[in-house]
């Protein structure tokens, strides 16, 4: 799943229906690719940590692209990236 652009309060509704789209088809491998979204809202962070959390817990592999400083700063501080 490729995010484009900022994701915020305006948004983060929708990635959540989409993470969770993609959560009901129990796929072994989930990536979400956010080398595209130059900011991440702390509630997106805190969605983004949920979606972690429940991969896990169901056994699929979880993880998340990024190659923005400030985004993966952010994603590091909840252990969502490397």
């Known amino acids: 799943m490729v995010v484009l652009g900022e994701v915020d309060s305006s948004n983060q ?4 229906r989409l993470i969770a789209a993609a959560e009901a088809g129990r796929p072994d491998r989930l990536v979400l690719d956010l080398r595209r979204a130059p900011f991440l809202s702390f509630s997106a962070l ?6 972690r ?9 979880f993880e998340v692209l990024s190659d923005t400083r400030a985004v993966a700063r952010s994603l590091r501080h909840l252990d969502l990236f490397p």
Request: charge should be positive; avoid cysteine.
């Open 13 to 16: 509704v929708e990635l959540g």
């Open 46 to 51: 805190h969605l983004l940590a949920g979606a």
């Open 53 to 61: 959390n429940r991969a896990r817990a169901g056994g699929t592999s």
